[in-house]
C-alpha cells in the first residue's frame, strides 16, 4: 500500500467521528495559550471547513503547481504581514492533528503515523518558507 492509500484511508476512518476537527482544535489550543488567542473571534463552524480545504489542498501540494500555489497564499495570510504564525508553529499544528488521528483512527500505528507526516512534508514546508 502507498503512502497516500494509508494516509486516505487513516483520514477517511478519522471522519467517521464528527468530533474529530473539535478535538484537534482541543489539542492545539493546549499546545499554547496564543494559538487559542487567535481563533478567539473566529466561528469555529466555518474554521473547520477551512481546515477541510486546507488539509486538501496541502496533500495536493506533491503533485499540483495549482494546490502549491493556495498553500503559498495561505502561509503569507498566517504570516508576519497576516496573522503572525511562526514557522515552526507548523510542527506543533501537525503534531497536534497526529495526536488526534491517533484518538479517532482505531487503525492508527506508526506506519500511519509517517503516512500522515509524509503526505503533508511539501505542503508543510511551502508554508513555513511563506511565512518568514
Known amino acids: ?13 478519522c471522519l467517521r467521528n464528527n468530533q474529530f ?10 499546545q499554547e495559550r496564543r494559538f487559542k488567542d487567535l481563533f478567539q473571534d473566529v466561528d469555529l463552524e466555518r474554521q473547520v471547513q477551512m481546515l477541510k ?11 499540483s503547481e ?15 504581514d497576516g496573522i503572525g504564525v511562526q514557522p515552526n508553529d507548523f510542527e506543533v499544528w501537525l503534531d497536534s492533528l497526529i495526536e488526534t488521528v491517533q484518538i479517532c483512527d482505531p487503525k492508527y500505528n506508526d506506519e500511519i503515523a ?11 514546508a511551502i508554508m513555513k518558507q511563506e511565512c518568514l
Open 21 to 30: 476537527f473539535f478535538i484537534f482544535y482541543r489539542h492545539f489550543w493546549q
Open 66 to 80: 495549482q494546490a502549491r500555489e493556495s498553500i503559498r497564499r495561505f502561509g503569507k495570510a498566517h504570516g508576519p
Open 114 to 124: 509517517f503516512a500522515w507526516r509524509e503526505c503533508f512534508k511539501e505542503g508543510i
Open 1 to 13: 500500500m502507498d503512502t497516500h492509500e494509508i494516509f486516505n484511508d487513516s483520514y477517511t476512518r
Open 53 to 63: 480545504l486546507s488539509i486538501s489542498m496541502i496533500i495536493l501540494a506533491s503533485s
